[in-house]
């Protein structure tokens, strides 16, 4: 959902469309005794929020009783309302979600991402009203990369204090 100028997962936009589409079930089919963990990353999950919510959802129903962890990494671009359904999913099961802030300047986050930075603000303050419910292990994580020339001590520090007030 953002253009990032350093994305590290790039190459997942061309196999996006390129993909074949699995059904909901031939995806939780391969849920098995040995997992105990999904994480949906690479690329925003973001766009497919309805589907993997529900995939995760019917795992979990499958594996009841039986350790699995929903976990997410996002851009924190989705819907409020697909945010409360992720933290739920996550804080449920052991999982996480986690949040990457990419910059705390508004225009340093349109410089190296396309887009303003106010939704991922406004969603992680919200995801962090799920924090209490589960102190261990930590439901809502922060994730901010290092891009020389850009992201520096000041950014790193103004983003600390964000995190610290919440």
Request: proline residues 5%; aromatic residues 8%.
């Amino acid at each position: 959902t953002y253009n990032c100028l350093f994305c590290q997962n790039w190459h997942f936009k061309n196999e996006t469309f390129s993909s074949p589409n699995r059904p909901i079930e031939e995806l939780v089919r391969d849920v098995d005794a040995k997992t105990s963990c999904i994480c949906f990353f690479g690329g925003d999950p973001s766009p497919q929020l309805p589907f993997s919510i529900k995939a995760a959802q019917s795992a979990l129903d499958q594996k009841k009783g039986e350790i699995l962890r929903i976990c997410w990494e996002t851009n924190g671009s989705m819907n409020p309302n697909l945010l409360d359904q992720m933290m739920e999913l996550a804080v449920c099961s052991g999982g996480c979600v986690k949040f990457d802030l990419k910059a705390w300047d508004k225009n340093l986050h349109v410089a190296l991402t396309g887009v303003e930075n106010q939704r991922t603000i406004d969603n992680f303050t919200r995801a962090a009203e799920h924090i209490r419910r589960r102190q261990q292990p930590p439901a809502l994580i922060a994730n901010t990369l290092l891009v020389t020339g850009y992201i520096d001590a000041e950014e790193v520090a103004a983003i600390a204090r964000f995190i610290a007030s919440l």
